[in-house]
């Protein structure tokens, strides 16, 4: 137990370091300096100075709350497949928010409200997102109970298709109209959705603190379904709500800040392969604290090396080894 | 009383074999007429036009036919065909229904050969394309079924989930290696292609796939044996590592082939397969050609859609196979699905 608190306690460090490094770095690296003695310059400046901390801090945040989101619903998808390998954003969300855009603007034009207006818009792509999935889940689980991996398999398919008739879409629409799709489309941790954070924010805290409430009740389902009914717990509907919320949180980070495809995989199993242990709780804090360290010093370091690579495909790659590893060690799964 | 069964049945797969070669048949001249020709006039009118021009052995319409149309249609076929049997060759193999070249990886590495064989050699000739897609794809094929065999928990789901998430690491090398040499641009061009360029002269490539074709028809049973296990294939006699080599190359030859000259087929490895064994059965060798004609439709069907659509103009095949292809295999899940159930 011992052992276990100095590794939250060095985590909970990095990711205060993370954070501080992403608002304040910039200050230390840039090339113009920023004293200047001229009084009027330095009154622009100042608010300049002000103007980019406040904007860093939200990005920041932003990071920090999906970050933790995308860790936890993670953990509680694996641990209702009951794998290490599988996470949520398997089922291709940004695939479908492309579509559902493309749909928007090619049924009422970029000059309607649910396109123009960034709180409409997202409200309407997240409402679709979220319909989309539940039809989903309804389709398969009320068929085939527990079958998530099925799921999976369906949700990847019809990422495909919605991927080739967004295109289909794409190549008959008119050449303007593409253009602000594209602007819209292109959501990524370097061009964060920053226009609806604060509506997206309490709603994924409001997910978070959700999903911790049933911390306990995700202890006893992880050792399967039936020694989990055995134990009086209503596996079906703790499932079923569970998925809901996954589901409604791959949407609101996706429309924020666009997929990243292994950072669950990669927080979740890293907090198992420090802790081993099985207890939710202090795996729900450790991914997350991981998940955050990962993003924001990753974007840090991508920032400050010039853009050599977007953090996205840093955390596929890294990611994608360790998941090869993690096949290959046999017993792991 | 046995023997009588056995016949019918034999009649009725004859009777289906004859339907699937009258639909080849018909789609093939479809495939020749469909077209444009002056590009003022209608659907119906060009094909009216082409026709005639042909019959009155006009200049024009028989340059359209020899440089374009036949090459166009011959393309298809051979491709289609190949990417079925490529398919088929994988899915015995690895013994998993759910696997293709496009959900094991090997699409995603063919574009990383082609994308660094450009950064290396600064040209870009079919032959230089080729011959680094078909490097590339073979190892990643290679180090996918290596994995396979390390894998303990062989759900026929999972395994493709694998393979899914295998082909996003190799398109992230691919994005990473792209950023930093600036050819993104180039790296998104790569899998855009299709039959819509193919005219004499740049389709010719595509006649390697047929002697490979025929060496499927040939090693098909041992297949199905070393799709068996290595023991298993070992008892009957047969060499497991020189038919799993001979395997991999062949899924590399055809899918570097066909992505090079005709751009991604999204599906047609999973879907073509999958759909002639409800109705013919797993015997490889028995269901080869009927599954290189079924692939030959359901391309050809889908060409003469996306030439139609947007007439004069078309789309590329591969979104009208994306969505096509994924209804069907929805289907074939759901289906699947039913069967368990029971």
Redesign the interface.
């Known amino acids: 137990m011992k052992k276990n608190r100095k590794i939250f306690i060095i985590a909970g460090i990095l990711v205060v370091i993370a954070i501080l490094l992403y608002i304040f770095l910039w200050m230390l690296t840039t090339k113009q300096p920023l004293k200047l003695n001229d009084p009027v310059r330095n009154a622009i400046l100042q608010k300049n100075i002000t103007r980019i901390l406040v904007r860093n801090s939200t990005q920041v945040l932003a990071m920090v709350v999906s970050a933790v989101l995308i860790a936890t619903t993670s953990l509680v998808f694996q641990t209702l497949t009951n794998n290490r390998i599988l996470t949520p954003s398997l089922i291709g969300f940004d695939a479908i928010f492309v579509t559902i855009q493309t749909f928007i603007i090619f049924i009422f034009s970029s000059t309607s409200i649910l396109f123009y207006n960034p709180y409409v818009n997202f409200i309407t792509a997240t409402l679709l997102m979220i319909i989309i999935t539940l039809f989903m889940y309804r389709l398969i689980l009320r068929k085939n109970r527990n079958n998530i991996i099925f799921l999976l398999l369906v949700g990847m398919v019809l990422s495909t298709l919605a991927r080739s008739s967004a295109n289909f879409l794409q190549t008959i629409m008119d050449p303007a109209e593409f253009d602000s799709l594209i602007i819209r489309t292109q959501v990524s941790i370097t061009q964060m959705n920053l226009n609806v954070i604060w509506i997206a924010t309490p709603l994924m805290i409001f997910i978070i603190f959700a999903l911790f409430r049933e911390i306990k009740n995700y202890d006893v389902m992880a050792l399967g379904e039936s020694q989990a009914v055995g134990l009086g717990v209503n596996y079906n509907q703790k499932m079923n709500l569970s998925l809901i919320y996954i589901a409604i949180a791959m949407s609101i980070s996706t429309a924020l800040i666009g997929p990243i495809s292994f950072l669950g995989l990669i927080a979740v199993n890293a907090a198992r392969e420090l802790l081993k242990t099985y207890k939710h709780l202090p795996l729900f804090i450790l991914s997350s604290m991981i998940a955050v360290i990962f993003l924001v010093i990753g974007q840090v370091i991508v920032a400050e090396t010039g853009y050599l690579t977007s953090v996205t495909v840093l955390i596929s790659l890294i990611g994608g080894a360790y998941m090869i590893y993690l096949v290959l060690k046999e017993n792991k799964i | 009383m046995r023997l009588f069964i056995r016949q019918s049945i034999v009649k009725k797969i004859n009777k289906k074999r004859l339907f699937l070669w009258l639909a080849f048949i018909i789609l093939t001249i479809l495939s020749l007429i469909i077209g444009v020709v002056d590009h003022q006039q209608g659907l119906f009118e060009n094909i009216g036009i082409f026709i005639k021009g042909v019959f009155d052995q006009d200049a024009l319409s028989l340059r359209i036919l020899t440089q374009s149309r036949i090459p166009r249609t011959i393309a298809i076929i051979i491709t289609a065909a190949g990417v079925s049997v490529a398919g088929l060759v994988m899915q015995t193999i690895s013994r998993n229904k759910?696997i293709s070249p496009s959900t094991a990886g090997t699409t995603d590495a063919a574009v990383l050969g082609v994308l660094i064989g450009m950064l290396i050699i600064q040209t870009q000739t079919y032959t230089m394309k080729i011959v680094f897609a078909f490097v590339f794809s073979l190892l990643s094929t290679g180090l996918f079924m290596f994995?396979l065999r390390?894998?303990?928990?062989k759900?026929i789901?999972?395994v493709?989930?694998?393979g899914?998430?295998?082909g996003?690491?190799?398109s992230?090398?691919s994005?990473?290696i792209a950023?930093?040499t600036n050819s993104l641009q180039f790296l998104n061009t790569i899998s855009i292609n299709g039959f819509a360029n193919k005219a004499a002269g740049t389709y010719e490539f595509l006649y390697i796939i047929v002697p490979v074709f025929i060496i499927v028809i040939f090693l098909a049973t041992r297949f199905s044996i070393i799709g068996m296990g290595e023991d298993f294939a070992k008892n009957l006699g047969i060499k497991y590592g020189h038919v799993l080599s001979a395997g991999l190359i062949i899924i590399a030859i055809i899918s570097s082939l066909s992505f090079v000259l005709a751009g991604a087929l999204?599906?047609v490895g999973l879907v073509v397969p999958n759909l002639i064994s409800y109705y013919y059965g797993d015997n490889v060798k028995r269901t080869v050609i009927d599954i290189a004609l079924f692939g030959a439709v359901f391309v050809l069907l889908n060409d003469i859609f996306s030439r139609i659509v947007?007439f004069p103009y078309e789309?590329?095949i591969?979104?009208?196979?994306?969505?096509t292809g994924?209804?069907i295999?929805?289907f074939m899940?759901?289906r699947r699905?039913?069967y368990?159930?029971k």
């Open positions: 759910f994995i390390k894998i303990k928990f759900n789901i999972y493709p989930l694998v899914l998430m295998y996003a690491m190799i992230a090398v994005t990473f950023y930093r999204p599906f947007i789309v590329t591969s979104f009208t196979m994306g969505i994924a209804i295999f929805l899940i759901f699905m039913k368990e159930k």
